[in-house]
T-cell receptor, first 113, second 114 residues
Framework: DGGITQSPKYLFRKEGQNVTLSCEQN?????MYWYRQDPGQGLRLIYY???????QKGDIAEGYSVSREKKESFPLTVTSAQKNPTAFYLCASSMDRGDEKLFFGSGTQLSVL | GENVEQHPSTLSVQEGDSAVIKCTYSDSASNYFPWYKQELGKRPQLIIDIRSNVGEKKDQRIAVTLNKTAKHFSLHITETQPEDSAVYFC?????????????FGKGTHLIIQP
């Protein structure tokens, strides 16, 4: 699986704990995104970054934080403020801020212990 | 903001038959409509997209049609095969606005019966 890599595949969070999901891409894409996928729901945008050192809140940013220190990397932290974190998290990238075509990673399933 | 409704949520068809999944959108300014396929345990992948300057686009066994007046678009899969079993998501956005403008439907689970 080249292109965009997410790790770990499965992650468990204890109450009150922050956890960080990794997303790395080698596509030389400028823009990166984090989506949350719940059963029977569409993909909902958490955060996105159109360029290094810049990011914007999506539709459901509360309880999450991100950073974009390198073009290749866009980690997502699920904080203790996110009261319902159990979901499948998908990272994606697109060539630049104007490109609508998304390339997705394989996802991380986060569960609460 | 944009609202995308997708139907049905589950669709079961016999292998070899056709399948049709429909989406409606609310924002008349939307002009880019992609479809993503997510096989079980795998990443979503773009399978076809259409822009509002065309009414239909085909790629082998899949096609997408767009009715701008009615604000709906559909995915058509002909001669379905077992590998077509997956969840399909439609989406809508304003072209050139970037992927952050995409609004996704809730998905259709397509089951191909042998």
């Amino acid at each position: 699986d080249g292109g965009i890599t997410q790790s770990p595949k499965y992650l468990f969070r204890k109450e009150g704990q922050n956890v960080t999901l990794s997303c790395e891409q080698n596509l030389n894409h400028d823009a990166m995104y984090w989506y949350r996928q719940d059963p029977g729901q569409g993909l909902r945008l958490i955060y996105y970054s159109q360029i290094v050192n810049d990011f914007q809140k999506g539709d459901i940013a509360e309880g999450y934080s991100v950073s974009r220190e390198k073009k290749e990397s866009f980690p997502l932290t699920v904080t203790s403020a996110q009261k319902n974190p159990t979901a499948f998290y998908l990272c994606a990238s697109s060539m630049d801020r104007g490109d609508e075509k998304l390339f997705f990673g394989s996802g991380t399933q986060l569960s609460v212990l | 903001g944009e609202n995308v409704e997708q139907h049905p949520s589950t669709l079961s068809v016999q292998e070899g038959d056709s399948a049709v999944i429909k989406c409606t959108y609310s924002d008349s300014a939307s002009n880019y409509f992609p479809w993503y396929k997510q096989e079980l345990g795998k990443r979503p992948q773009l399978i076809i997209d259409i822009r509002s300057n065309v009414g239909e686009k085909k790629d082998q066994r899949i096609a997408v049609t767009l009715n701008k007046t009615a604000k709906h678009f559909s995915l058509h899969i002909t001669e379905t095969q077992p590998e077509d079993s997956a969840v399909y998501f439609c989406a809508a956005s304003y072209s050139g606005g970037g992927a952050d403008g995409l609004t996704f439907g809730k998905g259709t689970h397509l089951i191909i019966q042998p």
